[in-house]
């Protein structure tokens, strides 16, 4: 594959070119800081697949997308960010990934992976989050010991497969308290998470690269994400309901889904 990275910060492009290079089926990669340029070079050569910062300076991720995909509509998108709010759009746009910065090996070769179709992987659980957050796991509910490792999975769902760190899960989930007790809660749950992942035969839905932590979205059935990727199934107004962290990705599909 030849791939460009696109970002308007050159560390942040370093870091991307670097985390890209790693990957056995990419030959080349072609380093922008501005999309006139990148999309300059497009005109005149191929690219299999392109990295993208969103907010950059100029046209923009979003808009450099659709004129890359204009010159060469085989040309697979993966757009990289530290701001979550542009997933709904991302998606909308029928692109190939999403990646939340800062960017590792790893969760480039899984969207290598994914647009190559060589890890076509059973999709091990059933994932409800319109209405009140629900897991299944072989047509059965999935037993958690506790309602706290329910809420780390969802939380983890609500990321679309982008790492975080246990501080940034504990200062979302738990507002107030020490921060050496959240710590060691949060630890406990992930072994809770884990048991009731293993016992139902999904335990590397789990994904641990480093201090961060994410689920592996290629294994789950969930409506969130169809809804991110094709607009359906229909959202009605109501996701995670019993979490009000969740209030605020409910706000953004409210207003996506009513424009």
């Not at 999309?39 to 950059?56: G, P």
């Not at 969207?111 to 047509?139: S, T």
């Not at 201090?211 to 592996?216: G, L």
């Amino acid at each position: 594959m030849i791939a460009i990275a696109v970002d308007d910060e050159r560390p942040m492009l370093e870091q991307l070119s670097q985390a890209v290079k790693v990957s056995p089926d990419v030959s080349s990669v072609f380093e922008f800081t501005t999309c006139t340029d990148a999309l300059e070079w497009t005109e005149k050569n191929h690219a299999d697949i392109a990295f993208l910062d969103i907010s950059m300076r100029g046209m923009g991720g979003m808009v450099l997308a659709e004129k890359l995909l204009k010159l060469r509509p085989r040309c697979k998108i993966i757009f990289c960010t530290g701001y979550s709010e542009y997933a709904v759009d991302a998606f909308q746009m029928h692109v190939s990934g999403y990646l939340m910065k800062p960017i590792t090996a790893e969760a480039v070769q899984r969207e290598i992976d994914h647009i190559k179709g060589e890890k076509k992987l059973e999709k091990k659980l059933v994932i409800q989050c319109f209405g009140n957050f629900e897991v299944f796991a072989n047509g059965e509910p999935l037993a958690f010991r506790r309602s706290k490792a329910r809420e780390l999975l969802a939380f983890l769902v609500d990321r679309r497969g982008s790492g975080v760190t246990a501080r940034q899960v504990c200062t979302r989930l738990w507002e107030e308290g020490d921060d050496a007790r959240k710590m060691n809660y949060f630890y406990q749950l992930v072994d809770d998470l884990r048991h009731s992942l293993r016992n139902a035969g999904a335990e590397s839905v789990l994904v641990k690269n480093g201090n961060n932590y994410a689920v592996d979205v290629q294994q789950l059935d969930c409506d969130y994400l169809k809804y991110l990727r094709t607009g359906r199934p229909e959202f009605r107004g109501e996701y995670m309901s019993q979490y009000s962290w969740a209030e605020e990705t409910c706000a953004l599909l409210f207003r996506k889904g009513s424009k």
